[in-house]
């Protein structure tokens, strides 16, 4: 090992999975790019890969035996498979055949490189190799953009002369252009794509019931026209998913938004406050309310019947009139009120102090306040920080992904309400 190379990957260790292609033997490059950074390397070789190197050479280039086979006991006894992905800390497939992503994108596990990409929460770094065709197909596009929404990272390809003669894109990246993504992914705060505390909470809330409301709501001014916000709706449908993953009867209500549904909640989809009140209210009973909607404070008094025109006399003068406190309404609740009543109170300043203020007045037995000023890219984006306001005090989390904020709220609320899980 040379020792001018920086040991930016010191004591990281990599699960490499060697796809099919021709680029594979860049894999044997970028195993040695990856150990003289420090980096220790385990690899799984598929059947495909097998026929363009040998597991000789990347055994050797390892230092490690290399896996090959879903039902190898001799590979089991060393090392159980699952913990092989378990155990890294990322994995990097290179190069990422159109099938390995096929089988990533769909949860298939038939084979060992598939089964290790299931069985794990470590996330992915992909290196896609492929003809250009294979590359552009609407199928792998459609592959490429569900993994990435899964938490996979990417790199590459290139556009170049391809091994069959094409030109255009789907040349693997440069060994070196990988290292440094796999540099970047590690130091990523977003490196684990599911929250760790998924796991953890499995079985958690049990038996309990969890109604969670989410997104924006839309007041109509006319019938083509509405006052909105900037809500996505991430941040509740984290909640309601993990919610789900811990065992909880979960209904979802949610104002219009374009992510999909969580899996395993029961849905609601709803427009204005007034109809999130309704949904609401018919949910009830519930073990734990948890408000995370962006409602309208206030709607149109009187929402045109037809399209506004525009006239001579000017713009028409919009009144708006307050809408249903979703919150107060269930935290006041004097029958049938749920053990845990969680507000989020989204600030652009003097947050917790509005966040207290919020505890009281609606009846909360905890807020979840966050900054949503434009510089922190709460609103939409992927990560928040907040602050959880209780009546004995405040606690702050760092920055984290939306779904780990999910999770630890999750683990929080069940610790409160005593699931049947621990
Ligand atoms: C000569 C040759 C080159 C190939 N190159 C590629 C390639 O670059 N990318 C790819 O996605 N598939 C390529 N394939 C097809 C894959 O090898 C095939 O889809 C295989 O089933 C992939 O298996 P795996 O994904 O388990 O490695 C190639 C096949 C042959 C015969």
Known sequence: MSHSIPQSLASRRILLIVGGGVAA????????????????????????????????????????????????????????????????????????????????????????????????????????????RMWLHPATQRNIARLKADGMAFVGPNEGEMACGEYGPGRMAEPLDIVAAVEKALQSPTAIPLPAGVL??????????????????????????????RSSGKQ??????????????????????????????????????AEMLAAVEAAMPTDIFIAAAAVADWRAAAPAAGKLKKVASGPPALMLV????????????KQQRPALVV????????????????????GCDLIVANDVSPENAVLGGDLNTVHLVDAKGVDSWPRMRKEEVAARLIAALA???GGSGS
Request: some cysteine; hydrophobic content about 45%; aromatic content about 4%.
């Open 25 to 132: 033997y860049k894999a044997l490059d970028l195993v040695r790019r990856l150990k003289e950074r420090g980096a220790s390397v385990h690899a799984v070789l598929t059947p495909a890969g097998a026929k363009f190197v040998t597991p000789l050479s990347l055994a050797a280039l390892c230092g490690e035996p290399v896996r090959q086979d879903l039902f190898s006991l001799d590979d089991d006894a060393r090392m159980g498979h699952i913990e092989l992905s378990r155990d890294a800390d990322l994995i990097v497939i290179a190069p990422a055949t159109a099938d390995l992503l096929a089988k990533a994108a769909n949860g298939f596990a038939g084979d060992l490189a598939s089964t290790l990409l299931l069985a794990t929460d470590t996330r992915a770094l992909a290196a896609p190799a492929m003809n250009l």
């Open 200 to 229: 953890a909470t499995s079985g958690a809330l049990a038996g309990k019931r969890v109604v969670i409301t989410s997104g924006p709501t839309h007041e109509p001014i006319d019938p083509v026209r509405y006052i909105a916000n």
């Open 236 to 273: 509740g449908h984290a909640i309601a998913q993990a919610a789900a993953w811990a065992g909880a009867d979960v209904t979802l209500i949610s104002g219009p938004v374009s992510i999909p549904d969580p899996v395993g909640v029961d849905m609601r989809h709803v427009e204005t406050a």
């Open 322 to 333: 307050e809408n249903p406190d979703i919150l107060a309404a269930i935290g006041g609740r």
């Open 343 to 362: 507000g989020f109170a989204a600030e652009t300043d003097d947050i917790l102090n509005h966040a207290r203020e919020k505890l009281s007045k609606k």
């Open 415 to 417: 610790e409160r309400i």
